[in-house]
């Protein structure tokens, strides 16, 4: 079983060495080449087939059987290079940041300025949309001091590689192992919200039979409702924030409050607020469908889709 462990070990240390090497490298490399190579490999992705299965079934779930199938291929090859040009972005953050009035295109910052004036939690829910990572830098940059929730990596060095990268002008993350099942991770981020953090957490990925069943797309959907439940005992605020590419820019748009006044529990929170989540988070990727991360098995928790995902019907 040492053996094991030792050889486990050394497995993750040589593939973050390799991953610390390579980003190195790529971050040296002028931009344009580097959003020229992503898009290259992106495209190569998807001829590859890597997870297209995955990606067309989430978008034939989501539009239907009327969507026509070159507007199919070209949303499933959109995404592909969204996700390319993200990795570009987030190896040159710095140089955007530079350049942030060119740049990006911030909406709601009143409602990040009155947490931060106020010391009240704020709880901002978003999904895996847009370069929502560049917009943390930026707003770190700028005095906001963001924390994350975030899955726990198995490789360790990997995980923190990847807290480092969350982490850059201030920000935090807070691990959390699932929806209801961690114990410490729900201390953690009750504890940042009671002390008046801006906490923002992705709650876009299926979660099981653990998760809260809402409506995405007119399907029911399976979200995490661990932070919702923390924000209503802690008394924070909460609202909906996404990261999207418009006009050849990078527009974060933090939404008003959603009213929890009528919630007298926090089953009643949950649903008040991940319904009002599902319903703005759809109205958002309907404008944008390439710029979602259709590859997640969204749907998982739906027999039917997940036949569909393992290849069958």
């Known amino acids: 079983m040492a053996e094991n462990g030792s050889r486990l070990k050394i497995g993750s240390y040589a593939v973050w060495l390799a991953v610390k090497g390579l980003l190195a490298a790529a971050s040296l490399l002028p931009q344009a080449f580097l959003l020229g190579f992503f898009r290259a490999a992106s495209a190569s992705f998807h001829a590859l087939g890597i997870r297209r299965r995955v990606v067309r079934v ?23 290079a969204e996700y390319g040009r993200i990795l570009a972005e987030i190896l040159h953050s710095d140089r955007l940041l530079r350049e942030k009035e060119d740049r990006f295109d911030l909406r709601g910052l009143p409602i990040l300025e009155e947490a931060r004036r106020n010391g009240t939690g704020l709880l901002i829910l978003t999904g895996h949309l847009g370069n929502f990572i560049v917009l943390a830098h930026l707003l770190g940059s700028m005095g906001f001091r963001m924390t994350g929730v975030a899955k726990r990596i198995a ?34 981020l009750y504890r940042s919200l009671k002390q008046g953090n ?33 924000a209503f005992r802690s008394g924070a605020k909460v609202t909906t924030g996404f990261a999207t590419r418009e006009d050849g820019r990078i527009r974060m748009e933090v939404q008003p409050h959603i009213d929890c006044s009528r919630a007298d529990s926090p089953d009643a929170a949950e649903r008040i607020v991940l319904d009002e989540y599902s319903r703005r988070m759809e109205a958002v990727v309907r404008r944008v469908p390439e710029q979602y991360f259709w590859f997640h098995k969204k749907w998982k928790s739906v027999p039917e889709i997940r036949a569909r995902y393992e290849g069958a019907g």
């Open 198 to 230: 801006t906490v923002v957490a992705m709650v876009d990925q299926d979660a099981g039979p653990e998760g809260y069943i809402s409506t995405f797309f007119g399907l029911p959907t399976s979200l995490p409702s661990g932070p919702v439940r923390l």
């Open 58 to 80: 989430n978008l034939r779930a989501a539009f239907g059987k009327d969507l026509p199938e070159p507007e199919l291929d070209r949303i499933t090859r959109g995404c592909y």
């Open 155 to 188: 490789n360790p060095y990997l995980n923190r590689e990847v807290e480092a990268v969350y982490g850059r002008y201030g920000s935090t993350i807070i691990e959390v192992r699932g929806a209801r099942n961690d114990p410490q991770g729900g201390i953690r």
